[in-house]
Structures are given as structure tokens and as C-alpha cells.
């Protein structure tokens, strides 16, 4: 069974950073190119990050370019994501998504929460 | 990048069949073929229900069905159920090697 859990979201002032991890099981992580996927309280998903299998290729949503920074471990079978000067609108579930090679995600961990608030 | 274009809401009563539409430009949904449908329920993270147009993931019912011309993609869903009340996202690989969402569509049975 393919399983992606994420882990270190919480509550961070704005200007703050916070790193993500999404522990993979269940596949050939090493197999597979990877994204992060956000959705903000109420409101629809907004992609935000690409991986290639072998971090030759990185893509970033215009939203969070220059200030985020997705990397991987194969050897660790994660996936991680460097958050920095965050804002309040950066606010939202961040999901771990397995890629298939057309732009598709066909596996989606259950979520973590990050907050941006004073 | 702006997102792509869905209807906020669409309803239909048990056994009919609704479409829900998906607009964009000649940089994403019409230039490739790279179009995506996910259902989300409350609380739950979206589950993939069709990719490359209309092609299913093998867990996922076939009374859903998907289409596409010029920069609108469809998503219709046959033989309402019940269970399909959910929210609706269709999503879309562009030129700048990019995903893009759409705003969702809230579907009620």
C-alpha cells in the first residue's frame, strides 16, 4: 500500500521558516518524481512544487519561488520542503503528492497544517 | 498563473448525469493533453479520478468520464450517486512546465 505522511507543519510568526517531510512507503520512492500541493482554509489547491527522481529538475509555483526550496533523500525515502519568509497567505494543508508522468498525482498524503499568524 | 476556470457550483438529483467545465488558455489545457480531475471530500485529501483526459486510475469508477476541446476540458459524471457530493478540482500541466488548478466545483446530489 502506497503511503505518504507528512510531518512538521505548525504555527509560525510571519517572516519565520519551517521545514516539511513527507516519509514515503509502499513504492519505489527513488522511482517516482514528487510535488507539493498547498490548500488554504476554504479554498481550492494550488500547486507548489516539482522533483524530479534525481533533483536534476525543480519547478516552483510563482507564489512560493526564492522562498522555498523542495529537495529529497532517496536513500531516506523523503521528501522534504524548506519554507522561508513566510506570510500569512502561505497559510494552508500542504500535501505530499506522488507524480505520474503526465502531470497527474495519483497519491496524496493526508495533510500537514501550517500557520502563518502574529 | 492564474487558475483555471470552474463553475463554483453544480447539482443534479440521483441517476442523472452532470459536466462540470474547465477553461484555460492556449498555454495549458489546450496545448497539452495533461488534464487531471480530483474529488475531495470534507476534510479528506482529493483523490485522482481521471488523468490524461479520460483515463481512469484502475480503483476509480468509469461513471465518470472526461473530455476536452480547444482550452475546455469537461468531467461528467453519470448515474448520480449520492456519494459523489464533493468537491471537484480540474488541474492542467503548462507551457512554463508548471501545474495549474482549477478554482474547484462544490457538487451537490
Known amino acids: 500500500e502506497v503511503r505518504l505522511v507528512e510531518s512538521g507543519g505548525g504555527l509560525v510568526q510571519p517572516g519565520g521558516s519551517l521545514k516539511l517531510s513527507c516519509a514515503a512507503s509502499?513504492?519505489?520512492?527513488?522511482?517516482?518524481?514528487m510535488n507539493w500541493v498547498r490548500q488554504a482554509p476554504g479554498k481550492g489547491l494550488e500547486w507548489v512544487a516539482f522533483i524530479t527522481v534525481s533533483s536534476n529538475i525543480i519547478y516552483y509555483g510563482d507564489s512560493v519561488k526564492g522562498r522555498f526550496t523542495v529537495s529529497r533523500d532517496n536513500a531516506r525515502n523523503s521528501l522534504y520542503l524548506q519554507m522561508n519568509s513566510l506570510r500569512v497567505d502561505d497559510t494552508a494543508v500542504y500535501y505530499c503528492?506522488?507524480?505520474?508522468?503526465?502531470?497527474?498525482?495519483?497519491?496524496w498524503g493526508q495533510g500537514t497544517l501550517v500557520a502563518v499568524s502574529s | 498563473q492564474s487558475a483555471l476556470t470552474q463553475p463554483a457550483s453544480v447539482s443534479g438529483s440521483p441517476g442523472q448525469s452532470i459536466t462540470i467545465s474547465c477553461t484555460g488558455t492556449s498555454g495549458d489545457v489546450g496545448a497539452y493533453d495533461y488534464v487531471s480531475w480530483y474529488q475531495q471530500h470534507p476534510d479528506k485529501a482529493p483523490k485522482l479520478i481521471l488523468y490524461?483526459?479520460?483515463n481512469w486510475p484502475s480503483e476509480f469508477s468509469h461513471r465518470f468520464s472526461g473530455s476536452k476541446s480547444g482550452n475546455t476540458a469537461s468531467l461528467t459524471i453519470s448515474g448520480l450517486q449520492a456519494e459523489d457530493e464533493a468537491d471537484y478540482y480540474c488541474s492542467s500541466f503548462t507551457s512554463r512546465r508548471t501545474w495549474v488548478f482549477g478554482g474547484g466545483t462544490k457538487v451537490t446530489v
Open positions: 509502499g513504492f519505489p520512492f527513488s522511482s517516482y518524481d
Open positions: 503528492v506522488r507524480d505520474l508522468p503526465v502531470a497527474a498525482a495519483d497519491h
Open positions: 490524461n483526459v479520460n
